[in-house]
């Protein structure tokens, strides 16, 4: 089974430049989840989605950060402009609907901006 | 939030049981107990979740104190496979973000 799938693997581009990371999750799951990690903050949640509609955008570190999710089967992660403290590795999940499901991560992909 | 407390790293030699501890003494009573691992270069991977009595399946085992304050992952026979990071994550599942914290970094040596 195809698991959560993400690209880039990676991205390095140059600050003030528009970067777009994007997830495919688990056909089926209804919950979708942008993960940051850090060595100095750890993983930390940016925002989720439940069936497309965002419900908790609380960890979205400021305007410059948006996410979107048109439909189902994809969701992007948009950064304008770039910033070099934006260099991480930006995780994707994706969750079940029913009962006590885990979530599913994918590879992450690694950002870096000069 | 309740938090978990966690040893910052441990080693294990291959083929041993390896016991990750997990200290979570402000626990409510509605917080799973969940266990993910990160390899290296990898997003986070489900271990095992448990609520109140023992688990096991083909990964790990999950022992839970009968006051719930603590639990213990069990690796049965560590692989060098095994070497990643363990997370011990407290909350509900309906949809709601895991939070990470720092975790256990599990050193395999052959």
């Known amino acids: 089974d195809a698991g959560v799938i993400q690209s880039p693997r990676h991205e390095v581009t140059e600050m003030g430049q528009e970067v777009t990371l994007r997830c495919k999750p688990i056909?089926?799951?209804?919950?979708l989840f942008w993960y940051r990690q850090t060595m100095m903050r750890g993983l930390e949640l940016l925002i989720y989605f439940n069936n497309n509609v965002p419900i908790d955008d609380s960890g979205m570190p400021e305007d410059r950060f948006s996410a979107k999710m048109p439909n189902a089967s994809f969701s992007t992660l948009k950064i304008q402009p770039s910033e070099p403290r934006d260099s991480a590795v930006y995780f994707c999940?994706?969750?079940?609907?029913?009962?006590?499901?885990?979530?599913?991560f994918g590879d992450g992909t690694r950002l870096s901006i000069l | 939030d309740a938090k978990t407390t966690q040893p910052n790293s441990m080693e294990s030699n291959e083929e041993e049981p390896v016991h990750l501890p997990c200290n979570h003494s402000t626990i409510s009573g509605t917080d799973y107990i969940h266990w993910y691992r990160q390899l290296p270069s990898q997003g986070p991977e489900y271990v095992i979740h448990g609520l109140t009595s023992n688990v096991n399946n083909r990964m790990a085992s999950l022992a839970i104190a009968e006051d719930r304050k603590s639990s213990t992952l069990i690796l049965h026979r560590a692989t060098l496979r095994d070497a990643a990071v363990y997370y011990c994550i407290l909350g509900l599942f309906s949809g709601y973000a895991l939070n990470f914290g720092k975790g256990t970094s599990l050193l395999v040596t052959p």
């Open positions: 999940a994706s969750r079940d609907r029913g009962g006590r499901q885990p979530q599913h």
């Open positions: 056909s089926g799951h209804d919950y």
